[in-house]
């Protein structure tokens, strides 16, 4: 992935709400079964995954952190990342259009 696919990925990220960031993360955790083994590929503590997965808090990955979880998805599965982020959009465009 080039410097320029990394620049892109970070600045979505800015704009994924924090419910999703859960949901972004859940489909990582899918892939590779386990937290260890998400932890070792994102390169993201094993304790800050527990605490994103975390049921009674609301704590939620940053836009760093979500960069890394982005980029690790759509290594992985590149189609589902990039329908969720449309879906993301035209649900923005819809409440734009709204006002």
């Known amino acids: 992935m080039s410097n320029e696919d990394i620049g892109i990925i970070q600045l979505i990220s800015q704009y994924i709400p924090s419910e999703y960031r859960i949901m972004f993360l859940k489909a990582l955790l899918e892939v590779y079964g386990s937290i260890y083994k ?4 994102t390169k993201i503590s094993r304790p800050t995954l527990y605490r994103y997965l975390a049921s009674d808090k609301k704590s ?3 836009d760093f952190i979500m ?3 982005l980029k690790a998805l759509i290594e992985i599965k590149r189609t589902w990342t ?13 409440l734009i259009n709204k006002l």
Request: charged content about 35%; hydrophobic content about 30%.
């Open 67 to 69: 960069a890394k979880i």
């Open 60 to 62: 939620y990955p940053n």
């Open 82 to 94: 990039k329908d969720q982020l449309k879906n993301l959009a035209k649900d923005f465009n819809e």
């Open 38 to 41: 998400t932890s070792k590929i």
